[in-house]
């Protein structure tokens, strides 16, 4: 069965450095997804991207995150100056659809720890 | 015999036995839900969907009940399996996001 895939599964970092998460979506998915989980919270949503451009994001995703579609198979998740409270699991997902109308798959996660 | 966790965090059930996990929705303009399985250090996994126009959706021993006059979801996993021991969450369609609930804790005895 086709799977989401994330690198590294763990990433440590110093406050201030800049960070690239990197995901290959299902390839037939057309629209993308980042979601964030901080340790014990709830799932929380980041981003969306269909079509080469952002079509949501929280406010969480402020100007110190980015996305980007570099090829036709990654997704990646940039975050430009890391802060303690950046720490926390990001799972990527993909969809057939939008969000409102097929589930989205997600990768086993990436935890960023920022020190 | 069956097990039924009612909003609560955690959720023991013993082997065999069916379990029921519930959720409450806040968003009465909802009009998707899905129901995802989280394993210990992994990505929550999708189980089961179900649309605002149904009430009831049944799969491989799950089913998924949606009462949209008290905006309340439940799964209900038949005969549970230690493989089923996982935090289960529900997640609501919301302005072309999906909104994620705290989630239940669900362990299974042997």
């Known amino acids: 069965e086709p799977e989401v895939t994330q690198t590294p599964s763990h990433q440590v970092t110093q406050m201030g450095q800049e960070v690239i998460l990197r995901c290959v979506p299902i390839?037939?998915?057309?629209?993308f997804y980042w979601y964030r989980q901080i340790l014990g919270q709830k799932v929380e949503f980041l981003v969306s991207?269909?079509?080469?451009?952002?079509?949501?994001k929280s406010e969480i995703f402020d100007d110190q995150f980015s996305v980007e579609r570099p090829d036709g198979s990654n997704f990646t998740l940039k975050i430009r100056s890391t802060k303690l409270e950046d720490s926390a699991m990001y799972f990527c997902a993909s969809s057939e659809g939008s969000q409102g109308h097929s589930p989205l798959h997600f990768g086993n996660g990436t935890r960023l720890t920022v020190t | 015999g069956e097990s039924v966790g009612l909003h609560l965090p955690t959720l023991s059930v013993q082997e065999g036995d069916n379990s029921i996990i519930n959720c409450a929705y806040s968003n009465s303009a909802s009009d998707y839900f899905i129901w995802y399985k989280q394993e210990s250090g992994k990505g929550p996994q999708f189980i089961i969907d179900i649309r605002s126009n149904m009430d009831k959706r049944q799969g491989q021993r799950v089913t998924v009940l949606l009462n949209k006059t008290v905006k309340h979801l439940s799964l209900q996993i038949a005969a549970t399996q230690p493989g089923d021991s996982a935090v289960y969450f529900c997640?609501?369609?919301?302005?072309?996001?999906?909104?994620f609930g705290a989630g239940t804790t669900v362990t299974v005895r042997a």
């Open positions: 390839s037939n998915h057309l629209y």
């Open positions: 997640a609501e369609n919301r302005s072309h996001k999906l909104s």
């Open positions: 991207f269909y079509n080469n451009e952002i079509s949501e």
